[in-house]
T-cell receptor
Framework: DTAVSQTPKYLVTQMGNDKSIKCEQNLGHDTMYWYKQDSKKFLKIMFSYNNKELIINETVPNRFSPKSPDKAHLNLHINSLELGDSAVYFC??????????????FGEGSWLTVV | SQQGEEDPQALSIQEGENATMNCSYKTSINNLQWYRQNSGRGLVHLILIRSNEREKHSGRLRVTLDTSKKSSSLLITASRAADTASYFCATDRQGWGKLQFGAGTQVVVTP
């Protein structure tokens, strides 16, 4: 009964490959996010979708393309992987934003290593 | 750039002691959230405190917020070995879920 689940948990791939990370939430939330945690543990938001629509798009290379087939899923596709893409990618979800503070629930993370 | 900065960066205490960590931020906020991350795991939400609140409790956790000083503190009372983790504060400026995280405080609780 995992709330926010993402797959795969670990991914090792070569430079230049294209890979996807899938995320699903069963909390009935309207908003989903992708965050990136680098090797120094800094967490930074990448994208946010509300009801399948993109609402936050930080300065992320366009090799990263999120796709939301429905509001319970937000997948992250990465083209032409580079060494610097190695990080932990966290999917998260919350109720509709705009109200005075929503708890954001995170998945367990996907450890991406580009070699 | 990081919005929040935690202090200290690392904290080592013995079971039963209290652990206090602080978070400072730079701009006005809608709310501030504290998370715990165990090694190799995801983020677990601990407490959300809104900008019009000054203090919140949850079990052994106590969070304060001083918007005039742009700072927050997290107190863990009667710590346990299971509290060993990294603790992050995250600010949400507008309530849209765009969290800006600090670098975290690594807490080690020894039996």
């Amino acid at each position: 009964d995992t709330a926010v689940s993402q797959t795969p948990k670990y991914l090792v791939t070569q430079m230049g490959n294209d890979k996807s990370i899938k995320c699903e939430q069963n909390l009935g939330h309207d908003t989903m996010y992708w965050y990136k945690q680098d090797s120094k543990k800094f967490l930074k938001i990448m994208f946010s979708y509300n009801n399948k629509e993109l609402i936050i798009n930080e300065t992320v290379p366009n090799r990263f393309s999120p796709k939301s087939p429905d509001k319970a899923h937000l997948n992250l596709h990465i083209n032409s992987l580079e060494l610097g893409d190695s990080a932990v990618y966290f999917c998260a979800s919350s109720q509709e934003p705009g109200s005075s503070g929503n708890t954001i629930y995170f998945g367990e993370g996907s450890w991406l290593t580009v070699v | 750039s990081q919005q929040g900065e935690e202090d200290p960066q690392a904290l080592s205490i013995q079971e039963g002691e209290n652990a206090t960590m602080n978070c400072s931020y730079k701009t006005s906020i809608n709310n501030l959230q504290w998370y715990r991350q165990n090694s190799g795991r995801g983020l677990v939400h601990l407490i959300l405190i809104r900008s019009n609140e000054r203090e919140k409790h949850s079990g052994r956790l106590r969070v304060t917020l001083d918007t005039s000083k742009k700072s927050s503190s997290l107190l863990i009372t009667a710590s346990r070995a299971a509290d060993t983790a990294s603790y992050f504060c995250a600010t949400d400026r507008q309530g849209w879920g765009k969290l800006q995280f600090g670098a975290g405080t690594q807490v080690v609780v020894t039996p």
